[in-house]
């Protein structure tokens, strides 16, 4: 605490992000980074940045990402907004849409920064609870309020909604911008993508950091018609013109052009995390359905805790979230197959060494 602090700094509970440990020989499994490296191509197109034009500023509007991204899904630049990271993108949505005087919606076990950039901006909110199956019921988002938000797959249950599910929330609240969240769309669930045009409410979110492998980089963008990505730009640019680095740039857009390395890398995890939800079951875990590159997870006579615990004195890091509905779960990220196997060998050592 410090007197020169305003009294928003003294209120606000920052967000807490996964461990990044210095331990070598680790098997990481707390943050839902890949476990392949990123697209030989935007390796290449950063390193051949690396010169003396880093002396210039970078695009102001990105343009060629802008474009490459809009493209690939059939929309124009006009279309696409970028940012450093899909946290910032998300931090302007809230700055430019939510602050109506009524609560902002989402569900109350979700991607828990949604408090903090509440907190941030001053913005009322109200958790929506999750089913006791842990599903969004898209009847429970009706009413007065200044907006929805909903990450799609849920973070960190990984259940995801069908499109269907997401044009009735759309329907369902049309004077006000529907958010989603879609960290983790690309292993498995349906993007919103194809409903820009049809509905001026909604904006999809997206990130480079999970089934692109460049968390390391801090590239997030969203989609939504001209008006909402306009909403964007002022805020943007009335904080910081030039968020996106040269290399940023030009790595991301590289990334966006190389289909077949994208498709393979996440059909790979895609794989894995079948069979290690097949290998967790059959340890006696429950394990939600997850379309993410995660799955949820929590043993019925077993302390998710002290799991946890005892899994970092193998090497071995999960995430346990404290909460009220999270105690007793683990998210465990999709590694590759040996850290998979690892993990399930772990746990079933301690399973074992537990019931002696």
Not at 122 to 148: H, K
Not at 268 to 276: D, E, G, P, Q, Y
Not at 288 to 307: D, I, M
Request: proline content about 6%.
């Amino acid at each position: 605490m410090s007197r020169f602090w305003s009294p928003l700094v003294h209120k606000l509970t920052p967000y807490v992000p996964g461990e990044q440990p210095k331990m070598t020989d680790l098997i990481k499994l707390n943050t839902n980074e890949s476990p392949y490296g990123p697209s030989p191509r935007a390796l290449e197109a950063i390193r051949a940045a690396d010169n003396d034009t880093l002396r210039l500023y970078p695009d102001p509007e990105a343009l060629a990402l802008r474009t490459a991204l809009g493209a690939r899904v059939g929309l124009g630049p006009e279309y696409v907004f970028v940012g450093n990271g899909s946290d910032e993108v998300l931090a302007h949505a809230f700055q430019a849409f939510f602050a109506h005087g009524e609560p902002l919606l989402f569900p109350d076990v979700t991607y828990s920064f949604y408090h903090v950039y509440c907190g941030l901006y001053s913005l009322p909110f109200r958790t929506v609870p999750l089913t006791d199956d842990m599903q969004v019921n898209i009847a429970d988002y009706a009413g007065p309020c200044s907006g929805v938000v909903v990450a799609n797959p849920n973070a960190p249950t990984g259940i995801a909604l069908s499109l269907a599910e997401v044009r009735q929330l759309l329907e369902l609240q049309p004077d006000r911008v529907v958010l989603i969240d879609e960290a983790y769309v690309d292993f498995g669930a349906e993007s919103a993508v194809s409903l820009i045009k049809d509905y001026p409410n909604l904006l999809v979110v997206q990130t480079f950091s999970k089934s692109r492998a460049l968390a390391g980089l801090r590239v997030g963008f969203a989609f939504g018609q001209p008006e909402l990505i306009e909403g964007l730009v002022r805020i943007k640019d009335s904080f910081n013109s030039y968020p996106l680095d040269r290399l940023a740039q030009v790595g991301a857009t590289a990334a966006v052009e190389d289909e077949a390395w994208f498709a393979s890398s996440v059909q790979k995890v895609i794989a894995s995390r079948t069979a290690l939800a097949e290998g967790l079951q059959k340890l006696g875990f429950d394990v939600l359905p997850s379309k993410a590159n995660f799955v949820y997870t929590w043993h019925p006579n077993r302390n998710a805790a002290e799991l946890a615990t005892q899994l970092r004195e193998r090497a071995i890091i999960v995430r346990h979230l404290r909460g009220e509905r999270t105690a007793a779960w683990l998210r465990i990220t999709v590694g590759t197959d040996q850290q998979c196997e690892k993990l399930l060998s772990a746990l079933r050592d301690i399973l074992c060494s537990n019931s002696l």
